[in-house]
């Protein structure tokens, strides 16, 4: 470009600021530098005012950005500051300019480009050093280079006495802007069918540093940059991209990439209205499983999750729901999971005997990203899954510790980390829909439930709900899985033979009728889009009717525990989850409000799931102790009249308390001689009980 061009360009500019801008940059006057030191421009807004001139900054992204920043120091202003240092930097690019990480290529070199997804590492803030002044140790004489290339470049000789050295550089006289890296991920719910997120790094500078955290999801817009692969010896022909970061902010949108057109709002809205929705959505749910239609309504309640309220005084109630199956094997929890990870428009699936603490919370970690010399913090599991559904399968197979790292996760949906001299807390904002087996691998039916749950009380209390999955033989339903099985597969086959071979004896309306007896009632992808309408447009409150319903229902169920004796039958965790799985009702109809009818269906659901887990099968009577503390009531006092039994007895013996006269002792107040056995045997794994000798007790 000609000298003359680039001063029209300069005008240019300085006309768009004066239209557009002009309140922007008296303010950025005002807080430079220690306040503000950017002007952010719309790019729609230079289209709007020149579209040449904004095509051209897409292709020359350096060049016009030069101009623009002149054109900002030459603006007229009503207070005497100078804009010397400050940046222009520009964002809200058009579709056309905001390709997935995926879909990058070699043409969109040295061109301005938007990228969208999840920050998964960042570097410290560093000071990075833009033009070192090198001191002359024989002479004085300071030697300026300017830092341009990834390289740190020392003088030749020196200007004064032109020797070879030796320099040192002069802090003072040098130039430093700050600068940090960070890697940005494809978020997950633009990714389909097993893909691996692919990522790339951004550079930035100055004052957008120390902005973001890592799972936050960003939109950053820069310039792409080649560096090559390889070490100094072995240099790559391949290269890699990198972008030199001219904005990033975090999108505060819960679904960026979910593109719902109008016409799918029409579908959306009629389908809200219509008379079955419920059943509907249940229709649509992993149909290849036969049944368990309560368990796939729950799933819809969580992927469609209560309302997150903000208190005034600045506390959080989290109003994503935490769901846990526990099942026989081959009963299809995993095929349920993975279902609900294809539907949900944020999802991450992990499975946990291959997941550590680290890879499900956050993990800090050396490597060429903070050039081998910081620790930087890179986001797990949960941490992905900000603002989701995190699916984790298998959660019986986890190590105890590394189960321990989803507590905070669980309830607070944050993540305190402290590690390798980092500390920072990362958001966690998601449901979990956890899938584990019994402890034998599969439930023993004369065995109370709470004893063959191998997780931690604490870790099991955090969850909503709670259905157990069990495998009995029964003839009548025994019959409709296999059908429904056989008739899955005979569809598949027809599709697959329709796909795959040229010619069939099998007319187009047999596979049609037999594929659609298999097929979702809502189309999945539709789903996903009513889902994260729902979620970002649908806010419900409570009507008095749905507030009576479930306060008489926990009170009701709390009265059960008021006698001396009785055991605790719920707590207030289960109240919130009530309130939370109303709300996600309500969601399903786009409803603004929560109607009775909303709270009397999560009622139901939640009496079956303790029907399920919370009754002590020795009384009958619903307690939590049973899932929030491990053991119930009934059990609890069973171990303490036990320990006072041999107590008692071991003070009748020299050698401490016979075995065989406990179990006498025992059968004679009403307990039963293998439970009293079995409570021996559990009181020995404590400690709370030796044998100092063959067959005999002594308490410790």
Avoid at 35 to 48: A, C, F, G, M, V
Avoid at 201 to 227: C, F, K, M, N, Q
Avoid at 326 to 344: F, V
């Amino acid at each position: 470009m000609a000298q003359a061009g680039n001063s029209e360009l300069v005008d240019s500019f300085e006309q768009f600021f004066r239209n557009y801008y002009d309140n922007e940059i008296k303010q950025l006057a005002q807080q430079y530098p220690n306040e503000q030191r950017s002007l952010h421009i719309n790019w729609q807004d230079l289209y709007k005012f020149d579209p040449d001139l904004a095509d051209d900054f897409l292709n020359q992204p350096e060049q016009l950005q030069r101009y623009a920043e002149e054109a900002l120091r030459l603006y007229d202003l009503p207070i005497d500051v100078s804009l010397g240092q400050a940046h222009v930097r520009i964002r809200n690019l058009p579709e056309t300019e905001s390709p997935e990480i995926r879909e990058i290529r070699a043409r969109e070199m040295n061109s301005l480009v938007q990228v969208r997804g999840i920050v998964r590492k960042a570097t410290d803030v560093r000071p990075k050093i833009e033009e070192s002044a090198f001191e002359c140790q024989l002479c004085g004489t300071l030697t300026r280079v300017p830092q341009s290339s990834g390289d740190f470049q020392e003088p030749h000789e020196c200007q004064g006495c032109e020797r070879q050295g030796p320099f040192r550089v002069n802090f003072d006289q040098s130039e430093f802007v700050d600068s940090q890296k960070l890697r940005i991920q494809e978020s997950p719910e633009g990714l389909r069918g097993g893909e691996t997120p692919q990522s790339l790094d951004i550079h930035i500078e100055d004052d957008i540093t120390g902005e973001v955290t890592p799972g936050d999801h960003v939109s950053a817009t820069g310039v792409l940059r080649l560096e090559q692969q390889g070490d100094q010896q072995e240099k790559s022909p391949v290269f890699d991209f990198y972008m030199e970061g001219m904005s990033v902010e975090v999108d505060e949108e819960q679904f960026e990439d979910m593109d719902i057109t109008d016409q799918d709002k029409e579908e959306i809205v009629r389908l809200s209205s219509s008379e079955g929705i419920y059943e509907q959505m249940v229709a649509s749910i992993a149909p290849s499983i036969y049944g368990y239609d309560q368990e796939k309504l729950s799933m819809i309640l969580q992927l469609f999750s209560g309302v997150t309220k903000q208190l005034p005084d600045g506390s959080r109630i989290r109003g994503d729901l935490h769901m846990l199956l526990i099942g026989d094997p081959g009963t299809g929890k995993s095929q349920m999971l993975s279902y609900i990870q294809n539907i949900a428009p944020r999802a991450v699936y992990t499975s946990g005997k291959g997941s550590s603490s680290a890879g499900l919370t956050a993990a800090a970690v050396r490597d060429d990203f903070g050039d081998g010399q910081q620790w930087t913090l890179e986001a797990g599991a949960l941490v992905l899954a900000d603002q989701g559904i995190a699916a984790i399968d298998e959660l019986d197979k986890m190590r105890s510790e590394d189960r321990s790292a989803m507590h905070e996760a669980l309830e607070q949906q944050k993540i305190s980390v402290s590690k390798a001299g980092i500390n920072a807390t990362l958001k966690s904002r998601c449901s979990l829909l956890g899938a584990a087996n019994p402890k034998y691998g599969r439930f023993d039916q004369y065995e109370p439930i709470g004893e063959q749950i191998d997780l931690e009380p604490a870790l099991i209390s955090r969850f909503d709900l709670i259905f157990t999955v069990t495998d009995q033989p029964d003839e009548e339903k025994d019959r409709n899985l296999a059908e429904h099985i056989i008739t899955t597969n005979y569809a598949g086959e027809l599709t697959t033979q329709r796909e795959e071979m040229t010619s069939m004896d099998v007319s187009t309306e047999e596979i049609d009728e037999m594929t659609e007896q298999v097929d979702p009632e809502i189309d999945a992808e539709l789903l996903r889009k009513y889902i994260a309408y729902a979620k970002q447009n649908c806010h419900p409150r409570m009507t008095e009717s749905a507030r009576n319903s479930i306060r008489d229902f926990y009170v009701d169920l709390r009265a059960k525990g008021s006698d001396e004796d009785a055991p605790v039958p719920v707590t207030a965790r289960k109240l919130e989850a009530l309130v939370r799985l109303s709300e996600a009702s309500a969601r399903v109809r786009l409803s603004d409000t929560v109607e009775q009818a909303d709270a009397e269906r999560v009622i139901e659901i939640v009496r079956s799931c303790l029907q399920d887990i919370g009754v002590d099968p020795e009384t009958g009577e619903f307690d939590a102790d049973i899932v929030e503390a491990g053991t119930s009531k009934s059990q609890r006092d069973r171990i303490k009249n036990l320990k006072q039994l041999i107590g008692d007895i071991e003070e009748e013996y020299d050698d401490g308390a016979p075995v065989d006269i406990v179990l006498e002792r025992a059968e004679e107040v009403g307990m039963d001689q293998s439970k009293a056995e079995h409570e021996i045997d559990k009181l020995k794994q404590k400690g709370e009980v030796y044998e100092p000798s063959t067959d005999t007790l002594r308490t410790t």
